[in-house]
C-alpha cells in the first residue's frame, strides 16, 4: 500500500517526488532565459557603443553618390592616361601620316575625342510635388504622371540622332555607341555614375534638323502632353557653338559566360 504523500490528488507538502512542474513556470523561465541571451550579446556586439546611432551605418543612397564619385575620378584619371598613351602613339614613327589620319577619324567617330559644333540643349524636369491637371478631363495627377522616366530621356537622346547629330552628351558625359541611359525610379545611371533632375542633353549637328526631329517624335510629343497638362520640365536652348568632350570611359566590351 502506498502512503498519503504518493497518492495523487492529496494536499500533501511531503517531498513532492511526483509533483509535474506547472507548464507556466517552464515558460516563464524560458523567457527570462531568452532575454538574458538576447543582452548579453547585444552587449558583446555594442562593446560599448550605441548600436541604434545612424552616424555609424552607411545609408544606401550615401553609398551610391560615394561610388559615382570615386567612377567620376577613374574617369578622369583613365582619361589623362589616354591622352599620354595617344601622345606617345603619334610621336612614333613607325606609322604613316595616312594611318595617323584614319586614326584619327575612328577616333572622333568613335566619341572619345572632343567635338566641336554648334549646340542644341534640351532640358528636362520633375513636375512641382503639388502640380494639379491644367486642363479640363485630364484626371488628377499620379507620381509616376510627375516624374522624368527612361524613355523620356530615350525619347530626346534617339530624336537628336535620329535629327543628324554629330556628337550628344547627356549631363556632364559624352555618349558613344555601347552606352545606355538607365532609370532607377527618376534616378539616372550613366556609364557607372548617378545624377538626379533636371537632366539636360546637350547635341552637336544642324539646330534646325535637331529641332525638326524633336518635333516629329511620337514619344516627344507624348510627353509633351503631360509637360501642358501637369507642368513637367521642358525648355530647348540654342547653345551657339559649344565643345562636348571626349567619351573618357573604357570601351572594353565585356560578355556573359556559360557556366561549365
Given amino acids: 500500500m502506498s502512503?498519503?504523500?504518493?497518492?495523487?490528488?492529496?494536499?500533501?507538502?511531503?517531498?513532492?517526488?511526483?509533483?509535474?512542474?506547472?507548464?507556466?513556470?517552464?515558460?516563464?523561465?524560458?523567457?527570462?532565459?531568452l532575454a538574458g541571451l538576447i543582452f548579453f550579446t547585444s552587449f558583446d556586439t555594442a562593446?560599448?557603443?550605441?548600436?541604434?546611432?545612424?552616424?555609424?551605418?552607411?545609408?544606401?543612397?550615401?553609398?551610391?553618390?560615394?561610388?559615382?564619385?570615386?567612377?567620376?575620378?577613374?574617369?578622369?584619371?583613365?582619361?589623362?592616361?589616354?591622352e599620354s598613351v595617344e601622345s606617345l602613339a603619334k610621336s612614333d614613327a613607325g606609322t604613316s601620316k595616312a594611318q595617323d589620319r584614319e586614326l584619327?577619324?575612328?577616333?572622333?567617330?568613335?566619341g572619345t575625342q572632343p567635338l566641336t559644333?554648334?549646340?542644341?540643349?534640351?532640358?528636362?524636369?520633375?513636375?512641382?510635388?503639388?502640380?494639379?491637371?491644367?486642363l479640363p478631363g485630364y484626371p488628377a495627377p499620379q507620381p509616376d504622371y510627375l516624374v522624368i522616366h527612361q524613355q523620356d530621356l530615350q525619347a530626346v537622346v534617339n530624336a537628336l540622332w535620329q535629327g543628324g547629330a554629330t556628337g550628344v552628351k547627356v549631363m556632364d558625359q559624352r555618349l558613344i555607341s555601347t552606352s545606355a541611359v538607365r532609370c532607377v525610379g527618376n534616378t539616372l545611371i550613366l556609364q557607372g555614375r548617378v545624377y538626379s533632375p533636371p537632366y539636360k542633353i546637350t547635341a552637336v549637328g544642324d539646330p534646325g534638323r535637331l529641332q525638326q526631329a524633336l518635333a516629329a517624335s511620337k514619344a516627344i510629343q507624348t510627353y509633351m502632353v503631360y509637360v501642358n497638362v501637369y507642368g513637367l520640365g521642358w525648355k530647348v536652348t540654342d547653345d551657339g557653338t559649344v565643345t562636348l568632350p571626349g567619351y573618357s570611359g573604357t570601351v572594353d566590351?565585356?560578355?556573359?559566360?556559360?557556366?561549365q
Fill in 253 to 259: 566590351l565585356h560578355y556573359a559566360k556559360p557556366v
Fill in 117 to 134: 559644333g554648334h549646340g542644341l540643349s534640351v532640358t528636362l524636369n520633375d513636375a512641382p510635388p503639388n502640380a494639379t491637371a491644367k
Fill in 3 to 33: 502512503n498519503s504523500a504518493d497518492s495523487p490528488g492529496t494536499g500533501s507538502t511531503g517531498s513532492g517526488t511526483g509533483r509535474r512542474p506547472r507548464p507556466v513556470r517552464v515558460l516563464t523561465a524560458a523567457v527570462f532565459a
Fill in 104 to 110: 584619327s577619324g575612328l577616333e572622333s567617330s568613335a
Fill in 47 to 82: 562593446k560599448g557603443t550605441d548600436i541604434r546611432q545612424d552616424g555609424s551605418l552607411l545609408k544606401l543612397s550615401d553609398l551610391i553618390q560615394q561610388r559615382s564619385r570615386k567612377n567620376k575620378g577613374l574617369d578622369e584619371s583613365n582619361a589623362a592616361l589616354r
